[in-house]
């Protein structure tokens, strides 16, 4: 089972990723077979290449990501509070909450994003 | 399903349970058959008797829940950052990530608690 420290590295890793719009970066923290539900409620991203394409399409958005407060783990999962805003927008600002499920080797394979309509701000 | 609202007053209502030191209240917040993972990785508690006995030794510590940043909603889930404080001890802390899953009729069905020993602090 992954460490504490392993799996806030792989979160800490994910909002770098972002930062430097490395959609690559990203993917690879992932396991070749996992599955992106983002947002939680829609058909999930499987596989490494539908990983990879959707992060791709979400850095084209100008996202940056914010922790907001501790990484909290549990076993073998990581949960994490952020907030995303958007290079082209000050006003932009979107609140969510991720969860990562890690394997035995720390990498994710299973991410949920849990987001909806009202915890939008200023987007279109 | 639920809408955003009845959503975020469902996680109002589990903050000021705790507040008011009223299982009861929360146990309400269940439907008959839920489950509450907390933390996640432990034996989830199962049904309305086992989710109040839960509840009435998890409020025998005194604790004390502070919302840390606003409700996201996804569908029929709710996630909340918070931390817990006890008032026995004012340095204690724990940071913790719920999620809840809601049925039709707003009831929670499925209630999972992310946070681990590196969350706490001040304890023991």
Redesign the interface.
Same mark, same amino acid.
């Given at each position: 089972m992954p460490s504490?420290e392993q799996m806030v590295a792989a979160v800490n890793g994910y909002v770098a990723a972002f930062d430097k719009g490395d959609p690559a970066a990203v993917a690879a923290l992932f396991a070749p077979d996992a599955t992106v539900e983002d947002?939680? #409620?829609t058909d999930a991203h499987k596989g490494h290449d539908a990983i990879l394409a959707f992060y791709t399409m979400s850095m084209q958005t100008g996202a940056k990501l914010k922790l907001? #407060?501790?990484v909290? =783990? %549990? =076993? +073998? $999962? %990581? %949960?994490?509070?952020f907030s995303v805003s958007f290079g082209h927008s000050a006003d932009a600002r979107v609140?969510?909450?991720d =969860?990562f499920k890690f394997n035995d080797e720390g990498k994710v394979v299973e991410m949920r %994003? $849990?987001? #909806?309509? +009202? +915890?939008m701000q200023g987007l279109g």
């Open positions: 504490h947002p939680v #409620g907001e #407060g501790p909290r =783990t %549990a =076993t +073998n $999962y %990581a %949960a994490f509070a609140d969510v909450i =969860t %994003a $849990y987001f #909806g309509p +009202n +915890n």
